[in-house]
């Protein structure tokens, strides 16, 4: 049976290219784009000996990905590879203590709302498959926390990534409770 995957953000950039690479080697590609005409006009740019569906997709909308879930499990019916490629961007020189707080909560909207709502809406469908991969396209300004953008990325990273250990365990086992422990990161603020 032919694997399929879902790229976000695959109306250019990184997320166009590994679409393509994906169906170069024979997988079913999901190209999705905010407009459905990118995602088809990236569709329309790949070899079309495979299957490359377009879809129109905003990650930072719960009923865009509600609807693109619904519709996936019509056609193609399975999913074995999610790759939540989309991000936005801030200005990278942006300060914790000056940035625009509307800006970065955008960002977070798309870098970790968006990875982690796509993770949790298309469960279902990864859990049919038999080796179901989730992929969070991240930056290395997520190791930094260089900016809001980097700020999503890096928390996304970790908090998508514990959401995405849970694909093969339908019923988390129960934990004992922990004592509190201490974690500390810095945050770059500008000197005042
Ligand atoms: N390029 C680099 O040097 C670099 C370095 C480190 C990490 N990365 C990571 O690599 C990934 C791709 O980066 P890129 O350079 O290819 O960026 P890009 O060209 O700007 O692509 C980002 C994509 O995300 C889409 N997008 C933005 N908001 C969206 C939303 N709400 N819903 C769905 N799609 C949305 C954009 O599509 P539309 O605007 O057409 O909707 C665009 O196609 C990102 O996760 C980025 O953090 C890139």
Do not use: C
């Not at 038999?130 to 700020?151: C, D, I, K, L, Y």
């Not at 409770?177 to 000197?191: I, Q």
């Amino acid at each position: 049976m032919t694997t399929t995957a879902l790229v976000t953000g695959a109306s250019g950039g990184i997320g166009a290219e590994v679409a393509r690479q994906l169906a170069a080697t024979g997988v079913t590609v999901v190209v999705s784009a905010r407009s459905v005409d990118r995602a088809k006009a990236t569709a329309e740019s790949i070899d079309n000996s495979v299957q490359v569906l377009p879809v129109g997709l905003d990650v930072a909308d719960p009923e865009s990905v509600q609807s693109a879930a619904a519709a996936l499990a019509e056609e193609p019916g399975r999913l074995d590879i999610l790759i939540n490629n989309a991000a936005a961007y801030v200005d990278w020189a942006e300060l914790a203590s000056t940035a625009d707080l509307d800006a970065a909560r955008t960002v977070m909207e798309v870098n970790l709302f968006g990875g982690w709502r796509m993770t949790n809406a298309l469960l279902p469908l990864l859990r049919r498959s038999e080796h179901p991969r989730v992929v969070h396209v991240s930056s290395g300004a997520g190791v930094t926390m260089m900016s809001s953008s980097g700020f999503a990325s890096g928390t996304g990273l970790r908090l998508r990534t514990r959401s995405a250990r849970q694909l093969s365990t339908r019923s988390p086992a129960p934990r004992r409770p922990s004592s509190p422990t201490r974690r500390s990161s810095s945050t770059p603020f500008a000197p005042g």
